[in-house]
């Protein structure tokens, strides 16, 4: 244990070096989801592309983070329309107009990389774009916040403010998350909250920011699966999730959805980041 370890609790701290393992155990999520981006399409079960990450992520020397992490069954998270988070993959049928939020996780160099991007299928509605763009604008400016002595509420309120100003709802009961050597460390990283409390921040975390926003109510449900967590009122939701640590006082996105965008643009699919409206922006 370092002494910023002593003086900040449970928060783990990476090294540079830690962090570089971090990275290349982040890309193979990345380049999982782009390799997912080229397979969906009306008319695809979730369980085939359960199927195609854990062999690519297994083909890359990596293992599925997710398979048996607090007894959940398989590879991905697949989160249709309604559903926010944690949907279990089976036969159920992509259709051309839903989306879906796929959330995959990776164990590399003994480094966990957690990380969900929302899929338009085919032609998807106004509402449901600006939804998409809307909750990647959050992420980009929850990232923006990551700084040295910066703290995590100012994360939270950014990613909040946002979302109301646009007429969407937080998810209050989920939350991002430290990531390491374990999927979930300190701190919890809420996308509701006030501008400067919580944990101050520092060169040597690194987190799992994950916007969820809904359409409509954010009053939630789980279903009798026990995993797969619903609007109560049928609106659809939309997630995103980066990891992102902080070094030399900024942010550094370990994550990289540039792939994703690349297949998306070679497909005619829909891709937030061509719709972004806010001024600032992160390089990834």
């Given at each position: 244990?370092?002494?910023?370890?002593?003086?900040f609790?449970?928060?783990?701290?990476k090294?540079?070096?830690?962090?570089?393992?971090?990275?290349?155990?982040a890309?193979?999520?990345?380049?999982?989801l782009?390799?997912?981006?080229?397979e969906?399409?009306?008319g695809?079960?979730?369980i085939?592309?359960?199927?195609?990450?854990e062999?690519f992520?297994?083909?890359?020397?990596?293992t599925?983070?997710?398979?048996?992490?607090?007894?959940?069954p398989?590879?991905?998270?697949?989160?249709?329309?309604d559903?926010?988070?944690h949907?279990?993959?089976g036969?159920?049928?992509?259709?051309?107009g839903?989306?879906i939020?796929?959330?995959?996780?990776a164990?590399?160099h003994?480094f966990y990389?957690?990380?969900?991007?929302?899929f338009?299928i085919?032609?998807?509605?106004e509402?449901k774009?600006r939804?998409?763009?809307?909750?990647?604008?959050?992420?980009?400016?929850?990232?923006?916040?990551?700084?040295s002595y910066?703290k995590v509420?100012?994360?939270s309120f950014?990613?909040?403010?946002?979302?109301?100003?646009?007429?969407?709802?937080?998810?209050?009961?989920?939350?991002?998350h430290?990531?390491?050597?374990?999927?979930?460390?300190?701190?919890?990283?809420?996308?509701?909250g006030q501008?400067?409390?919580?944990?101050i921040l520092?060169?040597g975390f690194v987190l799992?920011?994950?916007?969820?926003?809904?359409?409509?109510?954010?009053?939630i449900?789980k279903?009798?699966d026990?995993?797969?967590i619903?609007?109560?009122?049928?609106?659809?939701a939309?997630?995103f999730?980066h990891?992102?640590a902080?070094?030399?006082?900024k942010p550094?996105v370990l994550?990289?959805?540039s792939?994703?965008?690349?297949v998306?643009?070679?497909r005619?699919?829909f891709?937030?980041?061509?719709?972004?409206s806010?001024?600032?922006?992160?390089?990834?």
């Amino acid at each position: 244990m370092n002494i910023l370890e002593k003086f900040f609790g449970n928060v783990s701290f990476k090294s540079d070096a830690e962090i570089d393992l971090m990275q290349d155990s982040a890309r193979i999520v990345s380049d999982t989801l782009a390799m997912l981006a080229d397979e969906i399409k009306p008319g695809i079960k979730t369980i085939t592309l359960d199927r195609l990450a854990e062999s690519f992520i297994r083909d890359h020397k990596a293992t599925p983070a997710f398979i048996g992490l607090y007894g959940y069954p398989n590879t991905l998270c697949t989160s249709v329309n309604d559903e926010i988070v944690h949907g279990i993959p089976g036969n159920r049928e992509l259709r051309d107009g839903d989306i879906i939020s796929i959330d995959c996780g990776a164990i590399m160099h003994q480094f966990y990389s957690d990380q969900a991007y929302t899929f338009g299928i085919g032609e998807i509605s106004e509402d449901k774009k600006r939804l998409i763009t809307v909750t990647y604008e959050c992420l980009i400016l929850g990232i923006e916040q990551m700084k040295s002595y910066y703290k995590v509420g100012d994360i939270s309120f950014a990613i909040e403010q946002h979302a109301l100003r646009n007429g969407y709802q937080i998810v209050e009961e989920l939350v991002g998350h430290g990531i390491g050597r374990k999927i979930h460390e300190f701190p919890q990283i809420p996308n509701y909250g006030q501008k400067g409390s919580g944990t101050i921040l520092v060169t040597g975390f690194v987190l799992a920011i994950e916007p969820m926003l809904t359409h409509g109510s954010s009053k939630i449900l789980k279903l009798d699966d026990g995993w797969t967590i619903v609007t109560r009122d049928g609106s659809p939701a939309a997630h995103f999730e980066h990891n992102v640590a902080i070094r030399n006082g900024k942010p550094t996105v370990l994550s990289d959805f540039s792939k994703i965008e690349l297949v998306l643009s070679r497909r005619g699919y829909f891709k937030a980041q061509d719709f972004v409206s806010i001024e600032n922006s992160i390089n990834y």
